[in-house]
């Protein structure tokens, strides 16, 4: 590895220069780190600070939903990796390296240093009652280090050491304003370490004016420079309209977090929420099943967690158990304690909070979706939408075309309503629900194996 030190704009660009030609990538830092050996130690965020497997699942799952929604390309061909890689530039840790093929954007990382606090707000929800909301506000500053240090990544290397790099301006339409993209981000991973130290060709020590020239020389100045904004910034503003989630806190006063624990570098206080800041705290329809005419009355619920939603697959799958229990029944719902934001119906109040499985004849069963509408912190209604047909074939069920059929365009939200009954059908397997009273029975526990695709 060659080791720099630089004083001057003239000789940062000179030997910038030099691996200008494709082949490297690049990453800033401000401290400079070697493990027991002495070698350069640029670890991932999970070696770091670890993983929580629920939340992974639920980070991948709207990576994929907001991408095919606004930036097009196939839900399932996004790969858990593919995902992670573009998450990790909203908060997501991952076994993956941040680099970018950028040396400015490097320098700026070089030169300004990670910050951030959990602050409270205290706002008024849309009819005007105090609530408390828990959110993680983060910037950058500028270093006090003396100096800041880049590193020139080359490619082949990390390809010969077996480390798959992603670019992910090639992820989605380069004409976005998304953050990897202002970043012209790669990321090198999956890492069950640190990136490997032969891959590094160059090691640059320079002076933090110098770099702070440099930045400026590239207009990148200002914290937005690198992190667009919100409103510019699709993902982060779809990520940003998850739900809020009521902490366990039993304060006179609600408080709630961020469904995603996203950092906010664009952060505004609003003392009015609008109707659409959703802030849930836990309900269940089959509590509020209404009066006997309710379409719900004498159906059983089985309720389940939300994360068995993320655990979603396209493969076939038998639904024998399943069947069982509708031909028993006629009708089933699969209730989630959560709610499942379907990105492209944001701002209309409607949220996914289960399944609902309708035995039509012998050989014919229609799968909804069970809806609840939730204007800020009030439920306004609970429904079914229109549905898919399937065919029962032993112990799979086949796709159907019907004339009543839901006719909207987004395939993805039936399919991932049908993949649901995959965990539903596992659990009925394994005796894992327990009865809490007449026609309303609660999920056990969540097995690893159930969340594995």
């Known amino acids: 590895m060659n080791k720099v030190v630089i004083s001057t704009l003239g000789e940062l660009e000179e030997q910038l220069a030099k691996y200008d030609n494709g082949d490297y990538i690049f990453r800033g830092q401000n401290n400079h780190y070697v493990d027991i050996n002495g070698n350069v130690n640029i670890p991932s965020s999970f070696s770091r600070h670890g993983c929580i497997p629920p939340l992974m699942f639920k980070w991948s799952h709207y990576s994929r939903a907001i991408i095919r929604a606004f930036g097009g390309g196939n839900y399932h061909a996004i790969s858990i990796e593919q995902s992670q890689a573009i998450l990790q530039h909203y908060g997501w840790r991952s076994f993956f390296v941040d680099l970018t093929k950028k040396p400015s954007i490097a320098c700026w990382f070089a030169s300004n240093k990670y910050k951030e606090i959990y602050k409270i707000s205290m706002c008024e929800d849309f009819e005007e009652n105090p609530v408390w909301l828990i959110h993680k506000e983060a910037n950058y500053v500028k270093s006090s280090n003396q100096f800041g240090h880049v590193y020139i990544i080359e490619i082949a290397k990390l390809k010969k050491a077996g480390v798959d790099i992603y670019d992910l301006s090639e992820t989605i339409d380069k004409k976005s304003q998304i953050r990897p993209q202002v970043q012209a981000a790669w990321l090198a991973g999956t890492l069950k370490g640190a990136l490997p130290s032969e891959a590094i060709a160059a090691h640059f020590e320079i002076d933090q004016k110098v770099i702070n020239d440099f930045c400026t020389k590239y207009s990148l100045v200002n914290v937005d420079d690198i992190f667009p904004s919100r409103e510019k910034d699709f993902i982060l503003k779809a990520l940003l309209d998850l739900p809020w989630k009521k902490t366990l806190h039993n304060d006179p006063i609600p408080s709630y977090r961020r469904g995603l624990d996203i950092p906010e570098y664009d952060f505004r206080f609003i003392k009015h929420l609008h109707p659409k800041v959703t802030l849930y705290k836990e309900y269940w329809i089959a509590e509020n099943r209404g009066n006997s005419n309710s379409l719900f009355q004498n159906v059983p619920f089985y309720r389940m967690p939300e994360e068995v939603y993320y655990a979603n697959t396209d493969k076939r799958f038998s639904l024998r158990e399943v069947t069982k229990l509708l031909r028993q029944y006629k009708i089933i719902i699969l209730e989630l304690d959560g709610l499942i934001n379907i990105p492209e119906l944001r701002g209309n109040y409607e949220f996914e909070k289960g399944v609902v499985i309708e035995l039509i004849n012998a050989h014919i069963v229609c799968v909804s979706g069970l809806i609840l509408e939730h204007p800020g912190h009030l439920v306004s209604g609970v429904g079914v939408n229109n549905g898919w047909f399937y065919r029962i074939n032993g112990s799979y069920w086949d796709k159907q075309q019907h004339a009543d059929q839901c006719t909207c365009n987004n395939f993805l939200r039936h399919e991932l309503q049908f993949?649901?009954?995959?965990?539903?059908?596992?659990?009925?397997?394994?005796?894992?629900?327990?009865?809490?009273?007449?026609?309303?029975?609660?999920?056990?526990?969540?097995?690893?194996?159930?969340?594995?695709?």
């Open 419 to 453: 993949s649901l009954l995959r965990i539903l059908n596992e659990a009925l397997l394994n005796n894992q629900f327990e009865t809490i009273d007449y026609l309303n029975y609660k999920y056990k526990h969540i097995s690893k194996n159930s969340l594995e695709t």
